[in-house]
């Protein structure tokens, strides 16, 4: 069983920046490959950006590729999501997931693989 928190959304003006936290309970971090997640107002859930067990691979959506970057401390059982030049289209509750993995390098996209989530944070970005 893994708790997931997030925090540190909030407001922030376009062209800012925001780093997310995702804080996870356990001992076993380190076997669970990570993922963002966020969900506009009448959108479905869409995929943001993954890392793998280590840390070294990382894979991102489009739409946030060159502004975002995802990493994650194992002795610290936390992963983050550095967001720069924020547009008012990222706002979105973003949630953190984790997925129970036995493989080194593996990154995942789909929502529908991860097996636990955080309750959301929510971020706005006003233009």
């Known amino acids: 069983q893994v708790q997931l928190v997030e925090s540190g959304g909030g407001l922030v003006q376009a062209g800012g920046s925001l780093r997310l936290s995702c804080a996870a309970s356990g001992r076993t971090f380190s076997s669970y490959a990570m993922g963002w997640f966020r969900q506009a107002p009448g959108k479905e859930r869409e995929f943001v950006a993954a890392?793998?067990?280590?840390?070294?691979?990382?894979h991102y959506a489009d739409s946030v590729k060159g502004r975002f970057t995802i990493s994650r401390d194992n002795a610290k059982n936390t992963m983050y999501l550095q967001m720069n030049s924020l547009k008012p289209e990222d706002t979105a509750v973003y949630y953190c997931?984790?997925?129970?993995?036995?493989?080194?390098?593996?990154?995942?996209?789909?929502?529908?693989?991860?097996?636990?989530w955080g309750q959301g944070t929510q971020v706005t970005v006003s233009s």
């Open positions: 997931a984790a997925k129970r993995s036995y493989y080194a390098g593996y990154y995942y996209e789909a929502s529908r693989s991860y097996d636990y």
């Open positions: 890392i793998d067990l280590s840390g070294a691979n990382t």
